[in-house]
């Protein structure tokens, strides 16, 4: 989701912030209004020369905190209904370069009532927000959504996804749909073990290389995770312009067929 103008993203999120749809899988109510979120930030290229900001909407006024526990970063926030409430994290907090390595780096959203929360970052030209869902909507069982691995400004420029754990004793077993940067082979399962707040990034190898298609599970049905597909930097289609892609995905079980 990419926006260069900021009034305008602003106000996109402000009038999509009660956005719900409906699962029939789970025979519930699916939505991104909650009040306890998880969410990471993969690499993206201007690293921690880049802003990182939460914004957060409401239907009537509430207040909650934005934190990191795992860097003891804090604050509180207070929501207005018909406003956007910004939160800029600190950027060496939230910047995430370590590759499959696992690191008690997640953010963590919390609230009195139901907000809606939307996670983004800019810098310069560069634009990128996603949705964020609450834990009362995020499952299990994943696929990633991402782009090819490129060279620009004679570097890789690599797919890339990121798990966050919600819960102590999660088991997360990912089969890369490509060889990834650390060595591990495409289609050869292998599980990491995470607690509440751990997240877990992993990036593709080769240029050309694509992690979309990347399954990934938790193996407790207790034991949800986040997950965010996304690319470093990356030029899609005509023009020369680039940027990240950053995208909470969908548990399998939400997918419809119309």
């Known amino acids: 989701m990419k926006f260069g103008n900021i009034r305008y993203w602003n106000t996109l ?35 921690a020369s880049a802003e990182y900001i939460i914004y957060l909407s409401s239907n009537s006024p509430t207040n909650g905190t934005v934190e990191i526990p795992g860097t003891g970063y804090s604050k509180t926030f207070s929501t207005i209904n018909g406003q956007v409430t910004k939160v800029s994290l600190p950027s060496n907090d939230a910047t995430i370069t370590a590759q499959e390595q696992v ?31 609450p834990i009362t909507s995020i499952g299990t069982d ?24 919600t819960k102590n004793g999660t088991t997360v077993q990912i089969t890369p749909s490509c060889n990834t940067s650390q060595g591990r082979q495409a289609n050869q399962p ?17 240029l050309g290389d694509d992690l979309t298609g990347t399954q990934v599970r938790s193996l407790g049905s207790d034991k949800p995770i986040s997950v965010f597909g996304g690319h470093v930097w990356v030029q899609i289609l005509c023009g020369t312009n680039a940027d990240p892609l950053y995208e909470q995905m969908f548990p399998v079980p939400t997918w419809g067929k119309s």
């Open 13 to 47: 999120l402000l009038s999509i912030g009660c956005l719900c749809v409906w699962s029939h899988a789970h025979a519930q109510k699916f939505t991104n209004s909650g009040t306890d979120f998880w969410l990471a930030f993969p690499e993206f290229y201007d690293l």
């Open 103 to 133: 690191l008690n780096r997640g953010i963590h959203v919390t609230s009195v009532r139901p907000i809606s929360v939307y996670a983004g970052t800019i810098h310069n030209a560069r634009s990128e927000a996603s949705l964020v869902l």
């Open 142 to 165: 994943y696929r990633i959504m991402s782009y090819p691995t490129q060279t620009k400004s004679n570097a890789l420029r690599k797919s890339e996804f990121i798990v966050v754990a």
């Open 190 to 206: 292998y599980t990491v073990n995470l607690n509440q707040g751990d997240i877990f990034m992993v990036q593709a190898d080769a």
